[in-house]
């Protein structure tokens, strides 16, 4: 972490003295002319955010349609014969593995009434779940399979309203190019072990799948 640190205070170091079009001089620029300035602390936590927001769960949402397609060939076909239908593979898997389970703990300052007898108390500790509506047998029906003919694929894996995730578009895109080239690049890819002995992740925050064994050329 320390090293990270180091570099995002040299890239800031490197960008203030010759800014480009990137979204650190964007930062920098921000920071020195607009009214509500970033410190040096505040820029190297935004720089922070944007490398693990933009990389581990758009990896988390991979690992995870990968795994759930490897293990289910039919619907893996269905995507061969028609690429238009990755779109749907892609929003099941939102649904079905958020790749932000949680949202990390926050204790309540005050009383919180949320209607219908519900009270949370000042005090209390609040663990939002971001999975949990992909999830939830209320809203979708058999909702911890993976079935890219689901007529509702209603998620909240971007999160909602103010909070909604800038990057959804370039995540989705991403994975609309990755998969079907990763398919097409290796069509004998098979999973090495059993879809559920794929290990998960050691956090509880990203829904991590820690490893990925497949034989890229499978007989």
Known sequence: YGDLVAAMHLLITTK???PADD???FL???REEGEESLNEHELVST???MIGGGSQTTINLLDHTVRELLARPDQLGILRADPARWDDAVEESLRVHCPVMHLPMRWAK???D???GVVIRAGDAIL???GAHGRDPGVHRDPETFDIDREDKDHIAFGLGAHF???SHLARLEARIALPALFDRFPRLALAVGPEDVPPGQTFIGNDISSLPVFLRHK
């Open 28 to 30: 920098l620029a921000a």
């Open 16 to 18: 203030r003295s010759a």
């Open 47 to 49: 720089l922070l955010l």
């Open 114 to 116: 949320l209607g219908e």
């Open 23 to 25: 979204l650190t001089s």
């Open 110 to 112: 005050e009383d919180i």
């Open 128 to 130: 939002i779940c971001y």
């Open 165 to 167: 995730c800038p990057g």
